[in-house]
Structure formats: structure tokens, C-alpha cells
């Protein structure tokens, strides 16, 4: 009520944006016309006069914000004039040859402001977009530190970039543009433009290869990260969020059984599938008589409720569960085995149990069974504490014997994990997962479909062996098992950006997170034509059946009226099921989805002639704006109510008009999204620049949006008012209804981004630190400097394992000090030469560390010796790393167990991985002194970065659906139990010897 008030009085805070930005468009106008007058050669001098003036004032101390702030009126009355002066102009954009046509109006600076402040723009479909982005582009390319266009796909880069291009190049402006599969010298000079155009993942890429791959200084493409207009913001840092860039690279092992588990799994799914149908059949036939006592119906909700938590997409079982009494009696049932805390014993009943909500599936003891019956140990995972226990308090056994049998353990171990992970990921495959909704095949290959564009996603896979586990499900090659070489998740890249923007048609249902995650304010820019589309109720059936013939209905009546008709599914399956039932009542129409992608420019350039019809899967940043065909607008003055409050232009047709409307483009939804902004989307694609049309969603009790969150009223409801087959359900509470579901999805989601974010946070600091000493090697700075840095933060680490505290001289471990000295540095210890105070003692041998140093210069050459130190802890730092990603991966992945003894999870993490971080210094340290001083001229450096290239060509870059990818075991010496091997452990090698005494630093 408060806020209401607040509101009414001070207005909102996107009609306060509107309001603070009026005066400065003003202003740009007011500069503007005042442009007229000036020769083409000094329209296009302005920019040179732009950045010396921005360089003047920096000279004398000024933050480059406020000098761009102060300069940002003129700048865009420039821009605005010289799109004025390319009217009717003609270039060439991505083969084809288009004309000039566009001049910015009052709306489209007001959104260009609020892009140059680190914000987001909301925009309308056909309002412009690509053409605000110009003004703060060019504003900010001024200060020459570059600026990059965030797009969704190469075509999108490289169309803004040439159609945009004219405009920037005619202002004396260099424009840049990323492709796929542009070579490393093409790419360094796109990005040296003063604007870059390209897709987040191949910036992202070219991120993780300048600090992950690069081994000399001409390998790194981009430069500093200034300020980015990130075009379809919501899908770029809102739906790629959960998704990481990964570079991989193939294990040394592939240890899947995918093939072997395949029939068992197979079996399994099978019988529970049968096992339901019967029960299902026994259960319709109490619901379907007359009579039956109560606990008649009680083993009938029992088999429902058993059926829901086995296979909830089960047909028979959603046939019955859209009866509301049926759905009651299911939930009652379910309350009483909650109240006696039995429902576990319903579990039990089946093979396994699917929470939908948490995309999960669990195996049961009778699947376990089922899967090995002669194998009743499959599934037992042996106690490797109490194994290693064991095997230490036997005193029968000498320290070899031990070392063996602790592997044996730990072997036996992994490989039951191994199988077990195998088997659930297979089970997912086949219980969560749908061909041609979540994936399509094509090819012989198993293809990600993305769940909010409806585009296929080839470079993508799922992680933790769950696409292995698809294709073995699918029976097409299985691709062989990956390890992560670098990986940085969307967010924490565009997080990099001194400034950040972005511009959508859909943000505002998402501003909280957008502020939460990127500090990003969000703001509403309005319309420059009034929108004259009409929004309708959703309306609802009681099934998928009733639905899509009701969908057929409508289509065939506008279809008749001649409007041209967009229809929107959400998955490929359906599109293709509606396809079919247009196809046999003889109405042409076309199909926009993961599988007939290829032709999207051309479906949607028609896609508002009359008469048209057109089926899109998920119709969201296509980066398109359908017009309207001749004959399609009816009338020349529109009778629709523009904005609440003002004369429509034609009162006496209004209300006819409004009841059905009869012209513009027609949008049909076949479902709700989980998303609302999909929704959104998909309405905005009509009504674009006050172009009449309308928009409406049918909607199904058995559509997984309403079965899982929104159905129970509505089912009630219609069960009350004794509704038959075909009729439906429109009105406002219905909608509202759906909308507070949508709600609570979006919650849960941006809960799980969060806490991604969250331990991707902690992995994001050790990232930063890795890439500073890479970029510092690289840019050879302090080489040497910096190598015997790492020596003494070695030593220190080291000697106090040999010269304890508190310890007399004589009773220091020197024996063992000099074994280790010899295996790292090539260095021999003389122990009466050894000073008997700790801080000399430690100067004396770094003085010797430094003399091997100079001679083993002095044999290569300084030359020579600064490009062997780049290389040995460039490689070292890689290989490290690549290890550490592993052990952190396989930290996260266990990490949850721990709040089953009341600790916060991430708490945890971030200790552990602190800790983990801190061996790997210590491990970097360790190995780059022991290469440097053992590597031999065999091993020049020429010949380190022809196995680097090698090694190099081998990696893929690819975007992990779930999480990080597959990466390899750690090679580092590890105790059974998978601890390091400290110095004063046993050597693994079971020489009985200290590690330190042993193998260590080999």
C-alpha cells in the first residue's frame, strides 16, 4: 500500500528515468540541428576534435567517466547527424545490398543514455535496438581503449557490424568483427579496432586461450576489458549463466561402460514401465465404477501417487489425474503416508523414484536387484577408511605390502564409484531426458537443444558423463571422455568489464538479479509509437488433445481473416505435432526450429505476409523484426485503445475491434514457459512501432507448468463447475495464476545461479591469480625475478621440514637436505660449509641455488635461459592448474554431503579450496625448480613449443550444459585415501624411504 502511495505521488522509477533523461535528449537535439550546416569534412573532423579533447582533459587529471558524461550530448547529435546524412545510402551487409533508412528518434537516445551508464535498456520489439548501441559504441571508442558488441551468433556479429559499420567508418571509426574458426592473427586485429562485434562465447574463448594456451606474447588477441553492450542481455547473463566455457582436451583414459549398462538400464525402464501399466489399468477400474469403498480408492490414489513419482508423464496417468476428484484423492493419499511417515515404503514398491522438481532420479533396492541379481555386491562401495585402517594396523605386512594394498583399495573404490555413476547417469538419461525436447539427433550425434531459443546447440555437452550416457541411450558413437584445461563461466567473465550494458525486450522480470549478480540497473525505455496489441487471457483445457485442436480452430480462423499468424511452442516435438495437424487440413505454414534452423532468415522475413503461418520453437533472440505485409493493417486510423487514459482514434469501432481483433500479426502461444520473459518475447514479436495485432496462450492441465505449479485450483474449479470435454477456462485469475508459478520457477533458478556464482567466486580468485603469473611470463617481465621468487618461497616452505624449530644445529636432517637439494637443483650440499644460524643457512643455499643458476646461463645463453624459464613455468603453471581443476571438481561434486553434519557447504569449500590452493603453489614452485635445473639442451626451447603446438591443436572449446566438464585424474603422488604425499610420508614407489628421501621433486 505504501509503495502505492509512494508511487502515485513521485511516479515509478522508469517514468523517473524518462523523466531525468528528457532534458539531456533536448540538448542532443538541440546540438543537432545546429549540425546542419557543417561541410561532410567537418561533420566527420569531429571526432579527432572528440579525442583530443578527451585526451586533453585526462592529461590534466580528469576520471574519463565525467569527460565522457560531459561530452556525451554532442557526441550523439554527431552520430544522429551523420545517420541523417547516409539516408538512402546504399552498402553492402552479409551478401546483400540494403539502403540507409534510419535516423534516431527522441526514445532511441533516451536508451542510448542509459546504455552509456552501465545499464540496461528495455526495449520493444522493432523499436531499434542495433541502432541505439551506435551512439554509446562511438562515445566510448573515443577514449581508444576499444568497445565490444556482445550478439547471440556469428550471423547477428557479423550483420550489426557491416550494417552499423557504414556509420562508424563514415565518422573515421575502424570496426572489427569476430568469427568461428578466424585464425589467432585475424582475430588480434579485429580486436585492435576501436569496435569490436562478436558472440560471448568466441570472447569468452579467446579469454580463456590468451591465459590458458598462449605460450608467447604475439599468441594473446585481446586487449584490456573497457566497456561492453551485451545485445539480448537476458539470454546472454541470465540463460548462458549456468553454462561455463570450457577448454578440453582428451583424457589419457576413457574408463566409461556405458555400452555395458546400456541393456541393464534398458531392462530396468522397461519394467517399471510395464509394472505401472498394469497397476495403472487395476487403478482406472475402481476410479471408472460406481462404487468402491474407501479402501477400494485408497490402493487406487496409492497406485496414482506410485505412478507420479515413478513415470509422471505417464499418458494414462495424466488422462487421470485431469479429473479434479482424482487429483484430490492423490494428494490426500499422499498426506497420510506423509502423516505416518511411510511414503518411503511407496518408493520401495517401484524399480526407481523421479523428482521432477530437482531433476533427479533415485534407484531403489528392488531396481539394485533388478540390475544384479547375480551380483548382489554391484552396488556396495567399500569403507575405504576402515579398508586403509585395516591395512595399516596389520603388522604382518612390510611398508611395500602396505603401499600395495592400500591402491588395491583405493582401485576398488574408485571403480565402484566409476560404475555406480555410469549406471545413474544412464537412468537419468532414459527418465529425465526427451528426445527431440531436450535433444535431437542429427548426424549420428546426440545435439543440446537450448530450453529458451529453441536453437541447437552443437558445441555444447552435457558434463559428468550425462552425454555419453545419451548417446549410449541413442545408440550413436560415444564421444571419448574429455578433461578441462580452462574454464570461466559466463558471469565472472562480463564481470571483468570496467563498464557493462545491455539491451533486451524483456528485462525487467529479471532487474533483482541483473542488479544482484552484475550491478546492472534496468531501465524501461517507452515505446515511440503507442502499442496497440491487444493481450488476451490465457485460456485452458483440461488436456493436450483438447488444446491443440482448439489451437487448430484458431488458426484456421485467422487464417481465413487473412492475418498472417505466429505460432509458439516450446519444444521441437510439439511444433512438429501441430505441423502435422495443419498439414492434414491442407494449410501451408511453416516451421522454425532446432532441426529446420538453417532457414530462419527466410521464415521470418515472411512471416508477417497474409495469410502466412509459422511455427517457432521458443521465439527468443532471433535478433529479428517482422513487418507486416501489405493488406494485413486494415484500416488507416486504428480504432484500438492506445495507453490507458487517452482517446482511441476511431471510438465507434473499439469495442468490436478489441473483442477480436481484426488485423496485425496474430500470436499463439501453446504453452507457458517457465520464463516469463520467453513469453514476453514471443507476445513482442507482434505490435512492433504501434502496428495493431494480438496475442493469446492455450493452455492444458497436462502442460508441465500448470501439472507441477499451478494446476490444483484450476483443476478444482473446473472439476466444481462440472465442465465438459472441450470447453475451457478464460479469465484473469487464471493467468495471474500462472504468472505466480512462473514466479516461483524463476526463483528456484536464480537461487541455483547464485550459489553457482558463489563457488565459482572462490574459483575465480585462484583463476586471477594463475593468469597474472601467466600474462607476466608472457610479457616478459622480470623473468628471472620472478623464478627465484618461486625458489624462495620454495625454500621456506621446504627447509623447516628439514631444520625444525626450536631444534639444535647438530640434530638438523642435512643428509636429507642435501638428497633434496641434489634432486631439485642439481646443487651439492657441503655440510661443513653449512652455516649453524637458520637465516644464513637459508641465504648460503639460495647463494648456491643462484651459482648453478649462472652456470647453467652461461651454458645456454641469457637468451636462451629467459625463453627456457618462460616455457618451464608456463608449461608447469598449465599442467598444474589442468590437475588442480580436477581436484576441485571433484571437491564441488562432494562437497554437499557435509551439510548432513550441520556445516554450510560452501563454508567448506572455500576452505578447502584455500587449502588446495596453497599446494598448489607450493606444488608450481617445486616443479618449475626441478625442470629448470634438469632440463638439457636435448630439450631446448624450440622443441618445448612444438610439443606445446602439438598439445594445443588437440583442445576443443565447448560450452558444458550442467557445470564443468569431464577432466582427467590427478597424476600428482596422492596416499590411497587420496591425500598428498607429504615430505616425511613413505614414498609411494615402496622403497620404505621418506618421500622427501625418494622420489620427490622427481
Not at 489451437?551 to 505466429?566: A, K
Request: net charge negative; charged share 30%; with cysteine.
Amino acid at each position: 500500500m505504501i509503495g502505492k502511495l509512494i508511487t502515485r505521488a513521485f511516479g515509478s522509477k522508469y517514468e523517473r528515468d524518462v523523466k531525468r533523461y528528457t532534458p539531456i535528449v533536448k540538448e542532443i537535439n538541440r546540438i543537432y540541428h545546429t549540425l546542419a550546416d557543417l561541410s561532410e569534412e567537418e561533420l566527420r573532423a569531429k571526432t579527432e576534435e572528440f579525442k583530443s579533447r578527451i585526451a586533453e582533459r585526462q592529461a590534466d587529471g580528469e576520471e574519463l567517466e565525467k569527460i565522457l558524461d560531459d561530452l556525451l550530448p554532442q557526441a550523439y547529435a554527431v552520430v544522429k547527424e551523420a545517420c541523417r546524412r547516409n539516408l538512402d545510402k546504399e552498402w553492402e551487409v552479409t551478401g546483400y545490398t540494403i539502403k540507409w533508412d534510419m535516423v534516431p528518434y527522441d526514445v532511441q537516445l533516451m536508451g542510448a543514455i542509459a546504455l552509456h551508464e552501465g545499464k540496461i535498456a528495455e526495449m520493444a520489439t522493432g523499436e531499434g535496438k542495433t541502432l541505439v548501441a551506435t551512439m554509446p559504441i562511438y562515445l566510448n571508442a573515443l577514449a581508444g581503449r576499444g568497445v565490444h558488441l556482445v550478439t547471440v551468433n556469428d550471423y547477428l556479429a557479423m550483420r550489426d557490424a557491416q550494417w552499423m559499420g557504414g556509420i562508424y567508418e563514415y565518422l573515421g571509426l575502424t570496426v572489427g568483427c569476430i568469427q568461428g574458426q578466424m585464425p589467432p592473427a585475424d582475430r588480434r586485429e579485429h580486436y585492435a579496432a576501436d569496435i569490436t562485434y562478436g558472440t560471448n562465447s568466441e570472447f569468452g574463448f579467446d579469454y580463456l586461450r590468451d591465459n590458458g594456451l598462449a605460450m608467447r606474447p604475439e599468441d594473446c588477441v585481446q586487449r584490456e576489458y573497457y566497456y561492453a553492450i551485451v545485445d539480448e542481455v537476458d539470454s546472454v547473463l541470465i540463460d548462458e549463466a549456468r553454462t561455463p566455457l570450457i577448454i578440453s582436451g582428451l583424457a589419457p583414459q576413457d574408463r566409461h561402460h556405458y555400452k555395458q549398462y546400456k541393456p541393464m538400464v534398458d531392462k530396468l525402464f522397461s519394467a517399471q514401465r510395464n509394472l505401472l501399466a498394469r497397476q495403472l489399468k487395476e487403478a482406472e477400474e475402481v476410479l471408472n465404477s460406481d462404487g468402491g469403498d474407501r479402501d477400494e480408492l485408497f490402493s487406487a490414489g496409492t497406485i496414482l501417487l506410485k505412478a507420479r513419482m515413478g513415470l509422471p508423464k505417464n499418458r494414462r496417468l495424466l488422462k487421470l489425474m485431469e479429473e479434479g476428484w482424482v487429483k484430490k484423492l492423490v494428494e490426500d493419499t499422499e498426506r497420510v503416508y506423509m502423516r505416518d511417515k511411510t511414503l518411503h515404503t511407496v518408493r520401495e514398491e517401484l524399480y526407481f523414484s523421479i523428482d521432477e522438481h530437482s531433476h533427479a532420479v533415485e534407484l531403489s533396492d528392488r531396481g539394485r536387484e533388478l540390475l544384479s541379481p547375480q551380483d548382489p555386491d554391484l552396488f556396495v562401495v567399500p569403507d575405504i577408511a576402515e579398508g586403509l585402517s585395516m591395512i595399516d594396523g596389520d603388522d604382518s605386512l612390510n611398508e611395500f605390502d602396505k603401499h600395495k594394498a592400500r591402491q588395491r583399495v583405493a582401485a576398488e573404490f574408485e571403480e565402484k564409484n566409476n560404475r555406480l555413476s555410469n549406471i545413474q547417469q544412464l537412468l537419468k538419461s532414459y527418465a529425465l531426458f526427451e528426445r527431440d525436447v531436450d535433444y535431437i539427433v542429427k548426424d549420428g550425434r546426440v545435439v543440446i537443444v537450448d530450453q529458451f531459443t529453441g536453437r541447437l546447440m552443437p558445441t555444447r555437452r552435457y558434463s559428468d558423463g550425462l552425454h555419453q550416457a545419451l548417446e549410449a541411450k541413442e545408440g550413436v558413437d560415444i564421444e571419448k571422455e574429455t578433461q578441462t584445461l580452462a574454464t570461466v563461466t559466463i558471469q565472472n567473465y562480463f564481470r571483468m568489464y570496467e563498464k557493462l550494458a545491455g539491451m533486451t525486450g524483456t528485462a525487467v522480470t529479471e532487474a533483482g538479479e541483473f542488479y544482484s549478480i552484475y550491478k546492472m540497473d534496468t531501465v524501461l525505455i517507452p515505446t515511440n509509437e503507442p502499442v496497440r496489441r491487444v493481450d488476451y487471457d490465457d485460456v485452458i483445457y483440461r488436456t493436450k488433445r483438447e488444446k491443440y485442436n482448439a489451437i487448430l480452430e484458431e488458426i484456421i480462423r485467422q487464417n481465413e481473416m487473412g492475418r498472417p499468424v505466429l505460432m509458439g511452442t516450446i519444444s521441437v516435438d510439439v511444433s512438429e505435432k501441430i505441423s502435422r495437424m495443419l498439414s492434414a487440413k491442407g494449410i501451408k505454414h511453416s516451421v522454425l526450429n532446432a532441426k529446420h534452423h538453417q532457414k530462419e532468415a527466410e521464415i521470418v522475413r515472411f512471416a508477417g505476409e497474409p495469410g502466412t503461418v509459422t511455427i517457432a520453437t521458443n521465439m527468443a533472440g532471433r535478433g529479428t523484426d517482422i513487418k507486416l505485409g501489405g493488406g494485413v493493417v486494415k484500416c488507416e486510423v486504428c480504432a484500438l485503445l492506445p495507453e490507458p487514459g487517452q482517446e482511441p482514434d476511431h471510438p465507434e469501432w473499439e469495442k468490436e475491434c478489441r473483442e477480436d481483433v481484426p488485423c496485425g500479426l496474430a500470436i499463439i502461444g501453446t504453452e507457458r514457459h517457465e520464463a516469463r520473459r520467453i513469453d514476453r518475447q514471443l507476445r513482442g514479436r507482434s505490435g512492433r512501432q504501434g502496428d495493431p495485432g494480438s496475442s493469446r496462450f492455450f493452455l492444458s492441465l497436462e502442460d508441465d507448468l500448470m501439472r507441477l505449479f499451478g494446476s490444483d485450483r484450476i483443476a478444482g474449479a473446473m472439476s466444481r463447475l462440472g465442465m465438459e470435454e472441450g470447453e475451457q477456462i478464460e479469465s484473469g485469475l487464471v493467468t495471474r495464476t500462472i504468472e505466480t508459478a512462473q514466479k516461483r520457477v524463476e526463483e528456484q533458478h536464480f537461487g541455483i545461479r547464485k550459489r553457482v556464482l558463489e563457488y565459482d567466486d572462490v574459483m575465480n580468485k585462484q583463476r586471477e591469480v594463475i593468469y597474472d603469473i601467466r600474462t607476466q611470463m608472457l610479457k616478459g617481465k622480470d623473468i628471472r625475478a620472478n623464478f627465484f621468487l618461486m625458489v624462495e618461497e620454495l625454500l621456506d616452505e621446504q627447509l623447516p621440514l628439514y631444520f625444525p624449530e626450536n631444534i639444535h644445529p647438530e640434530e638438523w636432517d642435512v643428509d636429507g637436505l642435501s638428497a633434496w637439494m641434489m634432486s631439485t637443483f642439481s646443487v651439492s650440499l657441503k655440510p661443513d660449509e653449512l652455516p649453524d644460524e637458520f637465516s644464513q643457512a637459508r641465504e648460503h643455499i639460495l647463494e648456491l641455488i643462484k651459482g648453478a643458476h649462472a652456470g647453467k646461463e652461461g651454458e645456454l645463453g641469457s637468451e636462451q635461459m629467459r625463453q627456457l624459464e618462460r616455457l618451464v613455468i608456463l608449461s608447469t603453471v598449465d599442467q598444474t592448474w589442468k590437475e588442480h581443476l580436477y581436484e576441485m571438481d571433484s571437491l564441488r561434486e562432494g562437497i554437499g554431503l557435509r551439510s548432513y553434519g550441520g556445516l554450510d557447504p560452501l563454508v567448506e569449500y572455500k576452505g578447502e579450496a584455500f587449502r588446495m590452493f596453497g599446494e598448489l603453489i607450493d606444488r608450481i614452485n617445486q616443479e618449475v625448480a626441478g625442470k629448470l635445473f634438469h632440463a638439457r639442451l636435448a630439450t631446448a626451447p624450440q622443441q618445448m613449443e612444438r610439443e606445446r603446438e602439438r598439445a594445443a591443436q588437440q583442445v576443443s572449446f565447448s560450452r558444458s550444459a550442467e557445470g564443468p566438464g569431464q577432466p582427467t585424474r590427478s597424476r600428482k603422488p596422492r596416499t590411497a585415501d587420496g591425500k598428498k604425499v607429504g615430505p616425511n610420508d613413505p614414498c609411494p614407489c615402496g622403497s620404505g624411504k621418506k618421500y622427501k628421501k625418494c622420489c620427490m621433486g622427481k
